[in-house]
Every structure is written in C-alpha cells, then in structure tokens.
Nanobody
Framework: QVQLVESGGGLVQPGGSLRLSCAAS????????MAWYRQDPKSVRELVAV???????NYSDSVKGRFTISRDNAKNTVYLQMNSLKSEDTAVYYC????????????????WGHGTQVTVSS
C-alpha cells in the first residue's frame, strides 16, 4: 500500500522560513509529477507548486520567487522550501503524487498525504 507522509509544518513568524517534506513509501513502480497544494478553512484547495519526474517546476503566482519545490528521486521525497512567509500562507499543506503502484506499469494513480499545518503569525 502506497502512503505519502508530510512533515515540517509548524508556527513561524512573518518573514520566516519553513521546509516541508513528503516521503512516499510502499510498493512503488514509478513516481511521476509531485506537487504541493494548500487549503485554508475559507478557500478551496489550491495548487502551490509542481515538479515533474524530470525536474521541471511550476508555481502559483502567489508564491513565485519565495517558495522552491525540489525532489530526491532516490528517496521518493518531495520538498517545499518556503521563504519570506506571509500570514496569507497560513493553511494546511498537502502533498500529491502521481504514482504507479506495484511492480509493473499499469497506469498512474493519484495519492494524497494527510496534510501538515503551516501557521504564519507574530
């Protein structure tokens, strides 16, 4: 069974930094794109950043220049480095990955982590 487990959330002051991690585990044939989403109680879940298996990245306009997504394919892990944090970055951050489970290719499935809370407040 494939699982995504996030870590690294917490409370930080405005202007501070946090680094989120998300590790995929279980029986995995391959991993395609990996992404971070976020959701606060008043909004729908939004895409923050995505990275392809080849390393190409894309960001939402609201975090461009402040956040950096990266991945370690050997560790099946994706990271989100968040700098210059603002109060509006407060949300639950979710990891998403397109994963082919098992031992042979039979198509990708969408997997989600349970989320990690990021709170930016003084």
């Amino acid at each position: 069974q494939v699982q995504l487990v996030e870590s690294g959330g917490g409370l930080v002051q405005p202007g501070g930094s946090l680094r989120l991690s998300c590790a995929a585990s279980g029986s995995i044939f391959s991993i395609g794109a990996m992404a971070w989403y976020r959701q606060d109680p008043k909004s729908v879940r939004e895409l923050v950043a995505v990275i392809t298996s080849g390393g190409s990245t894309n960001y939402s306009d609201s975090v461009k220049g402040r956040f950096t997504i990266s991945r370690d394919n050997a560790k099946n892990t994706v990271y989100l480095q968040m700098n210059s944090l603002k109060s509006e970055d407060t949300a639950v951050y979710y990891c998403n990955a397109k994963i082919t489970p098992g031992t042979w290719y039979r198509g990708e499935k969408d997997y989600w982590g349970h989320g990690t809370q990021v709170t930016v407040s003084s």
